[in-house]
């Protein structure tokens, strides 16, 4: 069985147009996933770009999204 990572590295970038093409306002997105406003505008930006495992999965399923739409490409050497 897989694990759940401890943090999630988002794509801010692709989190704003996801939200946007949704409609979606930042605040009703941060309210239903339960995080400040303020902490999801950072991550659009690009500020920060890691999120605990309980944030992220409550904001992608705030935003009835996939992992493949809202995570940074992972870096394979």
């Known amino acids: ?4 990572p401890a943090t999630y590295t988002v794509h801010g970038p692709s989190l704003r147009e996801e939200r946007m093409r949704q409609g979606l306002s930042i605040q009703g997105v941060a ?9 999801l505008q ?5 500020t ?7 944030r992220y999965i409550r ?3 705030a935003l009835k999204s996939t992992n493949t739409k809202l995570l940074a490409p992972s ?3």
């Open 75 to 77: 870096e394979d050497p």
């Open 48 to 54: 920060r770009e890691r999120m605990g495992a309980p």
């Open 1 to 4: 069985m897989a694990r759940t």
């Open 59 to 61: 904001l992608r399923t």
């Open 42 to 46: 950072r991550l659009e930006t690009g």
């Open 31 to 39: 309210a239903a996933a339960r995080i400040s406003r303020s902490y």
